[in-house]
């Protein structure tokens, strides 16, 4: 009985104990703040709102990063537990090394490969798939000739995976109005593999808030791979039951070729804005928000986002550096400068100026209607972006690279569906040259090497194009 007494009144007295020191830790703890609080302001002199704001900001912020890191923990920590491939996760934290390379460079590679290596001249196993039977390698190889990029990888990598948010700190913080425009996501795609076609999809419904994402939009340039037909149509059911009429699919009879497949998307979309995307991507955190704030400001201005490299044989993500898209006189793109104008502005986060765009664009859906959409007349790949770029800044639009948007694309090795890239590119630039340059397409000729007179080549009908700038 007594012990039972000593025990109760020993625990009250801990309990006591315990609460007193929590109020002197609270207490301690404010006058400490005031004490910080009260100096800054002295220090700084600011006005007590300015500092409310400040410390306001911060802690919204400090609040926002707490949010992302439980968000990639509950992420990672889902991942591990669906015993998905460490690959991704080692690259959420390390950006760029690859375990392997050097090891690879010094041939050590092959030495430790317990199986027979069946494809040593092979782009795709020069840094991965040591470890691969010789059955497995046959398959990947067979599927890496296939695609241009390592599906075997694809097929085992979550649809979901996390990517490193490769945007500036400062674009954390930029704030966009709470009405936006609504969105349509155009994903174009020809005998792509399904999982990186379902991993694009992913990434647009996990990035993008759900209340400006109208719909995705599938076109099929007529792909001949039969798990693109029946096996997708399966998916696209699966992902409108958890969100009613999300996906829509259109599909090409024939092969038009890009810029009509791009086309395509534009005049199946009902949103405000299009996002005309390649079907092997990934769009990164707070993709969107940039880019419907800026169309919403201007509806004259075609953006592009920046794009961070997806390896074709590894799937690791490479961060590419902010710079415009440009052209040379073969009118095939490549990166240039950024403006001294841009430079001057000291904020990583504004909109820069470009020349062209890449391929991939977003724009106001009736002003890309109304300046003429892409150019259907170009077959197969090529010459549509530096005819859409001629025609936006000769009829009243802008180009700009919005650093805040980011979009991983995938560079492919090979183009399964050209073997000489040359030939279409050839014949869609001299049909943008004829269209839009005047005394300068024989710069475009002398480039590709191609007689001013009789070329033989038939770039086809531009009529109704030339209509365009004589408006
Ligand atoms: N594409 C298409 N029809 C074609 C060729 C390509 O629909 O005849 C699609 C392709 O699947 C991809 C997009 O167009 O989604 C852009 O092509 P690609 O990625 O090969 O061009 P890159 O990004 O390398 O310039
Ligand atoms: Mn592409």
Redesign the pocket.
């Known amino acids: 009985m007594l012990r039972r007494n000593v025990l109760g009144v020993l625990s009250i007295g801990l309990l006591l104990v315990f609460a007193l020191n929590l109020l002197l830790i609270f207490y301690t703890k404010r006058i400490v703040q005031e004490l910080i609080l009260g100096d800054r302001q002295n220090k700084l002199h600011f006005a007590p709102s300015e500092l409310n704001w400040t410390v306001m900001d911060r802690l919204s912020r400090l609040e926002a990063n707490l949010q992302h890191l439980k968000q990639t923990m509950k992420l990672a920590t889902k991942q591990s537990e669906d015993g998905i491939c460490t690959l991704a996760m080692v690259k959420d934290e390390k950006l760029y090394p690859f375990p392997d390379r050097a090891h690879a460079k010094e041939g050590g590679f092959f030495k430790e490969n317990p199986h027979k290596v069946l494809f040593p001249d092979s782009e795709l196993f020069k840094k991965w798939g040591r470890d691969l039977s010789e059955a497995q390698q046959k398959e990947a190889e067979d599927l890496f000739q296939k695609f241009g990029y390592n599906v075997y990888l694809s097929d085992r990598l979550p649809l979901d995976r996390t990517l490193p948010d490769t945007r500036d700190s400062r674009c954390h913080w930029k704030q966009y109005p709470s009405q936006l425009p609504s969105l349509s996501v155009i ?6 593999a399904l999982t990186v076609i379902q991993r694009a999809i992913t990434s647009i419904i996990q990035r993008t808030p759900p209340r400006l994402l109208k719909e995705i939009i599938l ?1 099929d ?1 007529f792909s001949s791979h039969g798990e693109l037909k029946a096996d997708l149509d399966e998916k696209i059911k699966l992902y409108n039951q958890k969100c009613p009429g999300l996906l829509k699919i259109v599909r090409h009879t024939e ?1 038009r ?2 810029a009509a ?1 791009r086309n395509t998307g534009r005049e199946a979309a009902t949103a405000d804005v299009v996002a005309i995307l ?3 991507i990934e769009v990164n955190v707070g993709w969107a928000e940039p880019i419907l704030a800026r169309i919403q400001e201007d509806r004259t201005v075609i953006i592009s986002p920046v794009f961070d490299n997806i390896l074709f044989d590894t799937f690791e993500l490479i961060k590419y550096a902010l710079a415009v898209d440009g052209f040379n006189w073969e009118l095939w793109c490549r990166y240039d400068a950024l403006p001294k104008a841009w430079v001057d502005l000291h904020d990583v986060t504004a909109p820069v100026r470009s020349p062209s765009i ?2 991939i664009l977003a724009a106001n859906r009736l002003f890309l209607e109304e300046i003429g959409s892409l150019d259907g007349g170009m077959l ?2 090529g010459g549509e972006n530096v005819e859409l770029s001629l025609r936006v800044w000769q009829c009243g639009g802008k180009i700009e690279v919005l650093p805040c948007s980011r979009v991983a ?1 995938l ?2 090795h090979h ?1 399964p ?1 050209s073997l000489d890239l040359r030939i279409p590119l050839k014949r869609n630039a001299l049909r943008v040259a004829e269209i839009w340059m005047d005394e300068y397409k024989d710069m475009v000729y002398m480039a590709w090497n191609i007689p001013l007179q009789n070329s033989g080549i038939d770039f086809g009908d531009i009529s109704s194009r030339m209509a365009f700038g004589r408006n």
């Open positions: 994903l174009i795609f020809m005998d792509e076109v340039d092969r070729g890009l497949a390649d079907a092997h890449m391929g197969t790949y694309h560079e492919r183009k569906y």
